[in-house]
Antibody, heavy 119, light 110 residues
Framework: QVQLVQSGAEVKTPGASVKVSCKAA????????LHWVRQAPGQGLEWMGV????????SYAQNFQGRVTVTRDTSTSTVSMELSSLRSEDTAVYYC????????????WGQGTLVTVSS | QSALTQPASVSGSPGQSITISCTGS?????????VSWYQQHPGTAPKLMIS???KRPSGVSNRFSGSKSGNTASLTISGLQAEDEADYYC??????????FGTGTKVTVL
């Protein structure tokens, strides 16, 4: 059973950075792309970025260029997303999601991590 | 990259069929065969319902079907059931390893 387990909720002040991790059991993300998607309270889903299976290539949504960094540690089957220069509008639930190569689909999702940005 | 356009809400009675549209452009929906659909119940992570425009993953009810014409993709739910009440999102590949989601549609079972 594939399970993506994300790190716990975070509370940050404006201007700070946050790093959210997504860990998979066994080899369940080996060979897969890992995406990050966020959802502000009461709002829709927003795609943020993706990292390739080997961890040496990333792509980000234009809205987050320069503020988001996705990294991957293949030895621990962990993918992380760091968002900097936080503002109140970044308050959201952040999800990681797995994509089988060249399918364009997200078949398994993490449970979500609430990040609250407040002074 | 602008969000794909979906109706804010769609409703139907049990047993009826409803269709949710997802309109993009030739740079996303119309340019690739990579539209997927997700169902999301309150407080839970999204669940894949349709992939690659029309494919239904194993375990998803055959009451759900996908189609596409030009720059508009559609999700049809037939034999509507109470458990289908949820938010639905389309998602499309948009080139250069990027993706875009739809604005989301709230489905209400009357």
């Amino acid at each position: 059973q594939v399970q993506l387990v994300q790190s716990g909720a975070e509370v940050k002040t404006p201007g700070a950075s946050v790093k959210v991790s997504c860990k998979a059991a066994g080899n369940s993300i080996t060979g897969y792309y890992l995406h990050w998607v966020r959802q502000a309270p009461g709002q829709g889903l927003e795609w943020m970025g993706v990292i390739n299976p080997s961890g040496d290539a990333t792509s980000y949504a234009q809205n987050f260029q320069g503020r988001v960094t996705v990294t991957r540690d293949t030895s621990t089957s962990t993918v992380s997303m760091e968002l900097s220069s936080l503002r109140s509008e970044d308050t959201a639930v952040y999800y990681c999601a797995r994509e089988p190569p060249t399918t364009g689909l997200f078949d398994y999702w993490g449970q979500g991590t609430l990040v609250t940005v407040s002074s | 990259q602008s969000a794909l356009t979906q109706p804010a809400s769609v409703s139907g009675s049990p047993g009826q069929s409803i269709t949710i549209s997802c309109t993009g452009s030739g740079s996303d929906v119309g340019g690739y065969n990579f539209v997927s659909w997700y169902q999301q119940h309150p407080g839970t992570a999204p669940k894949l319902m349709i992939s690659e425009d029309t494919k239904r993953p194993s375990g998803v009810s055959n009451r759900f079907s996908g189609s596409k014409s030009g720059n508009t993709a559609s999700l049809t739910i037939s034999g509507l059931q109470a458990e289908d009440e949820a938010d639905y999102y389309c998602c499309s590949y948009a080139g250069s390893s990027t993706y875009v989601f739809g604005t989301g549609t709230k489905v209400t079972v009357l």
